[in-house]
């Protein structure tokens, strides 16, 4: 858990604004980073196109700087996906992506065996390995940012659950009439604390004449998480009323958590938890008033080490994981592969 990486890898993160990937070695040291907008209303070919491209290009950067070469690709998406097929299996924010086989079309174009996993779990695994859960066996990294997501450590390994879908902290339901979530279903943590939750709130209250400071600093644009923080910064009370709601929201997701899972430490990431320093207060303030004592007491609520990076930096260690199992898999079983399957790198018969 706590052992140096000895490989270094490609990482891809693939959001719903931008894609970014870069080396990163051993050392955690991120280099040759490449950028470029998603622009998915292109089409799913033309993201998997521009994925591969950027791939390669910080793949020929490393190779020119005489870099170590990377042992294989790891891609953060959101999800659900298929973590063992490789397959984005639907993406709520890139339009189009349905049972998209991204895993293997990377793998085809840079010849290095690649992983995907879910962007929460990536960031998960970053903060766990080398970040403000390092150490821990029990550990929960949540982020609050447009959306609410998470991953889980538990009993010192990943918990993916039946389907892969564990962790998705953002749709646990804190108030049974509450707003309906992006999912549909009504009071999920995410329609009440996530930046579109909060957006949603204000434009509520600005449609009901209310918010005059936010209204005014809007003149006539769309409420957003950073607007209805300046207006809550500037006095207004509907603003106030916001935010506290959506804090404590949080916080009950919180002492949810800790009831349910007893971890030993909470890492905050995402914008709206870096940018609202608030946020952390409330959210062990939640869990100090709503959680058993004992597992209240115990739990260390901290933030991300690692930023942005976290999605890029969590590759490292899924990569080199994932690459030993399918090659202990195969020498256990006389070359075939159980378990988790080979890398989904695709031989070429020339
Ligand atoms: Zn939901």
């Not at 970040?131 to 991953?151: F, H, K, L, N």
């Amino acid at each position: 858990m706590e052992e140096a990486a000895e490989s270094s890898v490609l990482a891809i993160d693939l959001g719903g604004t931008r894609i970014r990937a870069a080396h990163i070695s051993p050392d955690l040291t991120v280099s040759h980073r490449v950028a470029a907008l998603t622009n998915d209303e292109a089409g799913v070919d033309a993201v998997v196109s521009r994925i591969c491209e950027i791939a390669a290009e910080v793949l020929g950067a490393a190779r020119a700087a005489g870099l170590p070469e990377p042992i294989g690709v790891g891609i953060s998406a959101p999800g659900p996906l298929d973590r063992e097929r490789g397959i984005v299996i639907e993406a709520p924010n890139l339009a189009g992506w349905r049972d998209v086989p991204l895993a293997s079309r990377v793998a085809d174009h840079v010849k290095l065996p690649t992983f995907l996993e879910r962007d929460t779990n990536v960031a998960a695994q970053c903060e766990w390995r080398y970040g403000a859960a390092r150490g821990s066996r029990d550990a929960i990294y949540i982020t609050v940012s447009t959306g609410i997501g998470g991953g889980i450590i538990a009993d010192g390994r990943p918990l993916f659950g039946a389907d892969g879908t564990a962790g998705e902290v953002g749709h646990i339901t804190v108030e049974l009439d509450g707003p309906l979530c992006g999912d549909g279903q009504p009071g999920h943590v995410e329609a009440i604390a996530s930046g579109t939750g909060i957006a949603r709130a204000a434009r509520e209250v600005l449609a009901a004449g209310g918010a005059p400071r936010l209204a005014a600093s809007l003149a006539g644009a769309e409420p957003d998480a950073r607007s209805v923080s300046e207006a809550a910064d500037a006095g207004d009370p509907a603003c106030l009323a916001i935010l506290d709601h959506a804090w404590e929201a949080l916080g009950a997701l919180g002492a949810s958590l800790v009831n349910l899972l007893n971890p030993e430490v909470i890492v905050l990431g995402g914008g709206i938890a870096v940018h609202r320093p608030e946020v952390i207060e409330r959210f062990r303030d939640g869990i100090a008033r709503r959680a058993f004592e004992a597992s209240a007491r115990r739990v260390r609520v901290a933030m991300a080490k690692h930023g942005d990076d976290v999605s890029l930096i969590g590759s490292l260690p899924i990569v080199i994981d994932r690459i030993h199992r399918s090659a202990a898999a195969r020498s256990a079983t006389g070359g075939v592969p159980a378990g988790d399957p080979a890398p989904l790198q695709r031989r070429t018969t020339t």
